[in-house]
């Protein structure tokens, strides 16, 4: 209990939270489930951006605990070198790829239909690619590039191979987002900075799609009956990753000493994965491996009618049939 209350104050602090400072103090106060070789033996995960900071942290611990992980990304001869070296780290041949522009839903069209026919099972869906777009651009579908990268990409993989994970016995799929997205509120007005082009900030865009991903999670969560997929986000808190010092090298180099690790920043996600408990009841954000809030200033809240709004839009840019047609109408 009073670990909780200390959790609380130090979550207030937001600089005591998300640097590692919060994850030592927060290791230290609970009694983090550790969990063994094969723990994910049998299951099937799939991780997008796994050649770079996070993504390849959160690879390098899934594959750890014995799971078939399906690497996810846009550029061949770095997925080449993840499964290279994953296999001959594990002596095994789990490590198959795919090649997929998150930007893209031709791309994501093309991947998803290869998953399908490979694949029996899909156990979890992480969510991790990401950048920042320093200048506003459209991406090949004419979509915005940040929320196409962060929200529509992502929703449209999820949409695609939804029939595997709803084959798949306590399956999941976990958002990595991001810290940023407190600062920003959802405009669905102007999802594409199209009416305030030339107020466009990269680090705003990012935000606000992170803000975008973390509804949609919500949503999912609220159309899906219980005990179906479950849909969960995280953030890492602030970790030293090659994205963050080019994106934001300012930052970056201030910070340096206080930064997460990668394996500190992904320690939650790899929770939410492999204990089979974690993440329920679902549609919650989580930081350290507990329940955190959406919102820390009230002009960022999003209600269900937001939600629905955002969801339809995306379904539309998306080019998927809406997935999850018809939510539940007591709502959550
Ligand atoms: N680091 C932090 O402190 C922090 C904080 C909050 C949230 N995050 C989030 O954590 C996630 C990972 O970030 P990171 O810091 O690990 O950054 P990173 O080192 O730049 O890694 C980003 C990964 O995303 C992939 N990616 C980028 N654009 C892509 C696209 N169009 N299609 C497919 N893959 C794409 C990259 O692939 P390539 O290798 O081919 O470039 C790379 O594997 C992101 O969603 C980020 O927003 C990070």
Same mark, same amino acid.
């Given at each position: 209990m009073l670990d909780d209350v200390l959790d609380d104050l130090l979550e207030l602090t937001v600089v005591g939270s998300f640097t590692r400072i919060g994850y030592a103090i927060r290791r230290r106060l609970h009694d983090w489930k550790t969990f063994g070789p094969d723990a994910l033996r049998g299951t099937t995960v799939l991780v997008t951006g796994p050649t770079s900071g996070l993504g390849r942290a959160a @690879?390098?611990?899934?594959?750890?605990l014995g799971a078939r992980v399906i690497l996810v990304g846009r550029n061949v001869d770095k997925l080449t070198g993840v499964a290279d070296e994953l296999r001959e780290r594990h002596h095994e041949n789990r490590f198959p790829i795919v090649e997929a522009d998150l930007g893209s839903l031709a791309s994501i069209r093309a991947a998803a239909e290869r998953i399908l026919a490979a694949e029996d099972r899909l156990d979890a869906l992480v969510d991790n690619a990401g950048a920042i #777009? %320093?200048?506003? =651009?459209? &991406? %090949?579908?004419?979509?915005?590039?940040?929320l196409a990268l962060l929200a529509v990409g992502p #929703?449209?993989? @999820?949409? /695609?191979? *939804?029939?595997? *994970?709803? +084959?798949? %016995?306590?399956? /999941?799929?976990? +958002?990595?987002?991001? &810290? &940023?997205?407190?600062?920003q509120a959802l405009d669905l007005d102007d999802l594409q900075w199209e009416r305030s082009a030339t107020e466009y900030s990269g680090a705003k865009a990012y935000a606000r799609a992170k803000r975008a991903q973390v509804t949609l999670a919500r949503e999912w969560a609220r159309r899906t009956a219980p005990g179906g997929v479950r849909f969960n986000v995280m953030h890492p808190g602030w970790a030293d990753t090659p994205g963050l010092a080019e994106m934001l090298p300012g930052? =970056?180099? #201030?910070? +340096? %000493?206080?930064? /997460?690790t990668p394996a500190e920043g992904i320690d939650t996600l790899v929770w939410l994965v492999a204990d089979p408990d974690a993440g329920l009841p679902d549609g919650r954000l989580f930081l350290d491996r507990r329940e955190r809030p959406f919102d820390r200033i009230p002009s960022t809240r999003v209600d269900a009618n937001d939600r629905r709004r955002l969801w339809e839009a995306i379904v539309d840019l998306a080019g998927v049939p809406d997935p999850r047609p018809s939510p539940d109408p007591a709502g959550r």
């Open positions: @690879t390098d611990e899934i594959a750890a #777009f %320093p200048e506003r =651009h459209v &991406g %090949p579908d004419g979509i915005e590039a940040s #929703f449209a993989l @999820t949409a /695609r191979v *939804l029939p595997l *994970l709803e +084959g798949t %016995p306590g399956s /999941r799929v976990i +958002g990595v987002t991001s &810290g &940023g997205m407190y600062t930052f =970056h180099r #201030f910070m +340096g %000493p206080v930064l /997460r």
